[in-house]
């Protein structure tokens, strides 16, 4: 893989903390559970615009973990259990190194 994934999994892998994310169950799927690291950071002030709030989380993921698990994208809805607190999926984005996914920026809140 390129260089943008490499620098990606060094930050994540050095400065990121374990967490799980959890995939609801809902028509007749069970719930499943994906454990994983991720690097949060709270929005900076002025990236709090439209339905940002103040105290809302931006997690930095890699995709290596959804693929092993078969788990698929993040989702609005999902959660995210990070230092014993439940957050809620608020949106996510994935980050493409070309054509090559390599991980999401996940939008938390709780």
Do not use: C
Request: no cysteine; glycine share 12%.
């Amino acid at each position: 893989m390129g260089q943008m994934l490499e620098s990606r999994r060094r930050l994540i892998r050095s400065r990121g903390r374990a967490m799980s994310l959890i995939r609801r169950a809902s028509n007749g799927a069970p719930q499943k559970t994906v454990d994983l690291i991720g690097f949060p950071r709270l929005y900076r002030p002025g990236e709090i615009e439209g339905a940002i709030q103040q105290g809302d989380q931006q997690v930095e993921i890699l995709n290596d973990e959804l693929v092993e698990a078969d788990f698929g994208a993040p989702t609005t809805g999902h959660l995210l259990v990070l230092d014993g607190r439940q957050l809620t999926v608020q949106g996510a984005r994935p980050v493409y190194e070309g054509a090559a996914l390599i991980g999401h920026s996940i939008w938390v809140r709780g």
